[in-house]
């Protein structure tokens, strides 16, 4: 990858990077209220499941076929995966915050780095026609920057994954050197779950439904830190 592009890649990645994902917490907010993820082992069950359900089947599948439509310029295609990657999130909050989380990064990326097609991309929000959701915003802001497609998925990857952890150290006692222990094995098993998606080629699904209801049971919650 040419440095500039990495450079993009890396800011694009960036935690300060302002689409507000700090916000989130995709339902282990009310995962660790329950009960249900309790110490470090629930947790690493927890994003077991986030990289091979969430990511491996849904927002992976939807970013690789996201970046292939916005490369060639399949509108269509990109707007029809936008819809079904919502549609698969039984979570009304999910919903609306992967397309908040989206909509906030193309226009954010767009704002720094102009180009053509981002302003498309914007262009089909303002209209109704996309959320985006938040895999489909990444796969536009990358292909913008000039990131090839496996390493878009892996850089998304890194920053679902991350996400999750970031908001585990603020709902459960785990420390720094632990939850980072627990990113850093899930992050090598990415490469091989990116080449697994790219060789099923396959179109997004999902099924993890304890996952699902948690989202579902967020907005309930009492007192929360995140609005998902």
Do not use: K, N
């Not at 947790?43 to 599948?61: I, K, N, Q, S, Y």
């Not at 970013?63 to 707007?79: F, I």
């Not at 999750?164 to 992050?187: E, F």
């Amino acid at each position: 990858m040419a440095g500039s592009h990495l450079l993009a890649l890396l800011h694009l990645c960036d935690s300060l990077f302002p689409i507000g994902g700090f916000g989130y917490s995709d339902g282990l907010e009310a995962a660790t209220a329950s009960g249900a993820i309790a110490d470090p082992s629930d947790l690493r069950a927890w994003v077991d499941v986030c990289l091979a359900e969430t990511f491996g089947r849904l927002e992976g599948p939807t970013l690789l076929r996201g970046w292939t439509a916005c490369h060639e310029r399949s509108w269509d295609v990109l707007v029809q995966l936008d819809q079904e990657c919502t549609a698969l999130r039984p979570s009304s909050t999910a919903r609306r915050a992967s397309r908040a989380m989206g909509l906030r990064l193309v226009t954010t990326w767009q704002a720094l780095y102009p180009d053509p097609l981002l302003s498309d991309v914007v262009a089909l929000a303002r209209g109704g026609a996309i959320g985006p959701a938040w895999p489909v915003a990444f796969a536009v802001a990358c292909v913008s920057a000039g990131v090839d497609r496996p390493s878009s998925a892996e850089a998304f990857a890194y920053t679902r994954l991350a996400a999750t952890i970031s908001a585990a150290m603020r709902l459960m006692p785990i420390g720094q050197t632990d939850a980072h222990r627990l990113l850093a094995d899930v992050l090598a098993r990415v490469p091989a779950a990116v080449e697994a998606m790219t060789a099923r080629d396959a179109r997004a699904e999902s099924f993890a439904p304890a996952m699902d209801l948690a989202a579902m049971t967020q907005q309930y919650l009492h007192s929360r830190l995140f609005r998902s």
